[in-house]
């Protein structure tokens, strides 16, 4: 990457006289510019930091609903609003919307699937598709033929991606549209997730009994990319998709589970932290992945970053140090770096939100202080030169 000129250099070529002639000028500008060299230094690295470092974080009891006895988190969005399932006072169980401390019940909704930065939430009522949009309920409509739908993800844009009887769809502008060709018999396709970009990540493959699921991504244009098998295991199931396209998910072998990354349709197996088994539940677009990394033989394990290619226990990385409970899950993580963790597989038992400090943008906003204190600074003095001895 090309690098921008270092302070200094457009006044080099600005005054040739003032550097060429005078030599006390010379060695002042020197002077001048060891400093703003170093806060420049400073400011990159900080910069730098901002995107390499391995955050601490501070973490937020969500608790349970007014009455409540558990909470189930499914997705978080970019603003750390929540959604999942739970109990209250008068509800056994039902959808539920974590906002800033406060539990709201989604009563019109059976299931949720996501939850765009709006606000929208999708899921089903009923058996039925449907949209929750400043808190009116839009039914999607269905496939010709078909009497089911579930929506189970949104994007900024707020189209929707579901499935609507057996076939994967995308709701945009209100209208349906099948991804691709209809399924022949006795076979399904369903939808994990959609991108900003309008590529969704599902499966096809046998309905019922054995038989492998193929992971794929249906391309806005039409195209459809199936994803590699990955070097261990023999079937794969995938998770959630970032904006790059980036899948992450498991793989499943006769004797263990593998958490993998498919990058540009490739699979690799990311590190265990020394437990037997592990699983990749989400990932941002800064490339962050998290999951866990246990051992379901003796239903162990640890909340997992997964960071350059290197394992993180997220339990090490709590300020403070380990709390006196164990993060076992890693369930989703937003583009602020904010994780959703679980003291239970899966996102139950109890739930917490994890937020960087400092936050990521601290560090870089911090960095571009600094540079521009270099770059103001080394605006040429307007004072008069000093005499030629």
Partial sequence: MKTAPGPGHSTINHQPSTINHQPGNMRM????????????????????????????????????????????????????????????????????????????????????????????????????????????????????????????????????????????VIWKNGQVQALGEAPAEGMSQSVIAINDNGVVLGTSGPTYGPG????????????????????????????????????????????????????????EVLPKLGYADGEAHAVNDAGLIVGASVSYSDTQGVATLWQDGQAYNLNDLLVGGPGPFNLVDAIDINASGQILVGTGWGGGDYVYLLTPVPEPSTYALFGLGLLSLALVRRKPSSAAPNPVL
Avoid at 89 to 112: D, E, I, K, P, R
Avoid at 246 to 267: F, K, Y
């Fill in 29 to 168: 500008l020197k002077t001048f510019h060891r400093p703003l060299l170093g806060i420049a230094a400073a400011a990159f690295s900080l910069i730098s930091l901002s995107a390499h470092a391995v955050s601490q974080y501070k973490i937020t009891d969500i608790g349970v609903p007014m009455g409540g006895t558990y909470f189930h988190a499914e997705a978080l969005n970019d603003n750390g609003t929540i959604i999942g399932f739970g109990n209250n006072a008068t509800t056994n169980s039902g959808a539920f919307l974590w906002s800033g401390g406060t539990f709201t019940a989604l009563n019109q909704l059976s299931y949720v699937g996501g939850i765009n930065n709006a606000g929208t939430i999708v899921g089903s009522s009923a058996g039925q598709a449907v949209a929750l949009k400043q808190g009116t309920v839009t039914a999607l409509p269905n496939l010709l033929g078909a009497s089911v739908s579930s929506a189970r993800s949104v994007n900024q844009a707020g189209v929707i991606a579901g499935t609507s009887g057996k076939q994967a």
């Fill in 212 to 267: 492998a699921r193929n992971l794929l991504l249906w391309n806005p244009d039409g195209t459809v990319t199936e994803l590699g098998e990955p070097p261990v295991g023999f079937e794969p199931s995938a998770y959630d998709l970032n904006n790059a396209g980036t899948v992450v998910g498991v793989s499943q072998g006769i004797h263990s589970l593998d958490p993998v990354v498919w990058r540009n349709g490739v699979a």
